[in-house]
């Protein structure tokens, strides 16, 4: 929620409404996959990416007060475009295992 709503003012309606949207994820998960492999696999894929690559060199982005053309800032976007790049040819590669499966 600090991500995407650090401008507003916390609201308990925002903060009910997303983990109302959380929960029916997660439920609908539970009913509709029928291996919990699938759920590890797209689970660690996002999370690793996310953790590893996608979430430093945001962070860094958002707090460093640096010149938006200095090296630090270019590399921590870089970093952060090649993250999302990792992420998404990680789910393709595990949607495309299901497909063959």
Do not use: Q
């Not at 991500?3 to 929960?23: E, K, R």
């Amino acid at each position: 929620m600090m991500m995407f709503f650090s401008n507003f003012p916390f609201s308990w309606i925002h903060h009910s409404l997303i983990t109302l949207a959380l929960n029916i994820i997660i439920v609908l998960l539970a009913i509709y996959v029928p291996d919990i492999r699938n759920v590890f696999g797209v689970v660690g894929a996002s999370t690793s990416t996310c953790l590893i690559f996608v979430f430093p060199g945001l962070f860094y982005l958002k707090l460093s007060t640096e010149d938006l053309l200095s090296w630090r800032k270019l590399g921590a976007f870089v970093l952060l475009i090649f993250g999302i790049f990792v992420g998404n040819f990680s789910l393709a590669l595990i949607i495309f295992d299901w497909i063959n499966k």
